[in-house]
C-alpha cells in the first residue's frame, strides 16, 4: 500500500515543518488497523517541494516523520512496524532552488518514480499494490505505475474516488457504517 503524507496522514498545512504542526487525519488509525491486520506493506510516498524551495531542510522532516509516528502509535491498536520505507522527492521544476529543480528519477507526483523506485527496492508486486491520496497527482501516480488500484480521498476516509484500470468509482459512507467496515470494503477489497 503506497500512501501520500499530506492530507491522508497527517492535516495537510501547507509545508508542514515542525512537529508542533503535527495534526493527524480523522480516522487514520481505522486505515493502519486493517493494513497491519492484513499484513500488507506500507510506503510513504510525499512530494516535499518545502525542501527544494529551501524552506526547510531533511532534519526537519524527518522531525516531522517522528512526531507522526508517534502520534500514530498512541492511536493505534497493533504494534507492528508502521511504515516499512519513505521515499520523499524535494524536487520543484519552476520553484526549486539550485539543485532541486531537475527531478532525473521522474520522483515528482504524477510522476511515479517514487512507487516504481520502492517497488523495485521492496520487491512488492505492483498488480497487487494500491494508491492512496488527496490529489489527483496520486490517483496519477498510481494509475501511471499500473497499480491494481488508486484512491483519492475527497472528504477525507469519508468520500472516495476510486480507479482502477477498468472503472473509476465515487463512494460515500453511509452514516450507519464505521469507518473501518466502510475501507475494508472499498479500500482493502481484492
Ligand atoms: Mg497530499
Known sequence: ????????????????????????????????????RRGTAIVLVTNQSGIGRGYYGWEAFEAVQARMLALLGERLRSAAPLIHATVACPHHPAEGMDGF?????????????????ALDRLALDRRRSIM????????????????????????GFDHLRVVDSASETQLRRPMSEPVSAFLSRHVFAD
Open 1 to 36: 500500500m503506497f500512501l501520500d503524507r499530506d492530507g491522508v496522514i497527517i492535516e495537510d498545512r501547507s509545508f508542514v515543518s515542525r512537529p508542533d504542526e503535527v495534526r493527524l487525519c480523522a480516522n487514520v488509525e481505522d486505515m493502519f488497523d486493517l493494513a497491519v
Open 132 to 155: 492512496i491520496g488527496d490529489r489527483d497527482i496520486d490517483v496519477a501516480a498510481g494509475m501511471k505505475a499500473r497499480l491494481h488500484r488508486s484512491i483519492q480521498l475527497l472528504d
Open 101 to 117: 529543480r531537475i527531478d532525473p528519477m521522474g520522483f515528482r507526483k504524477p510522476l511515479p518514480g517514487m512507487i516504481d523506485f
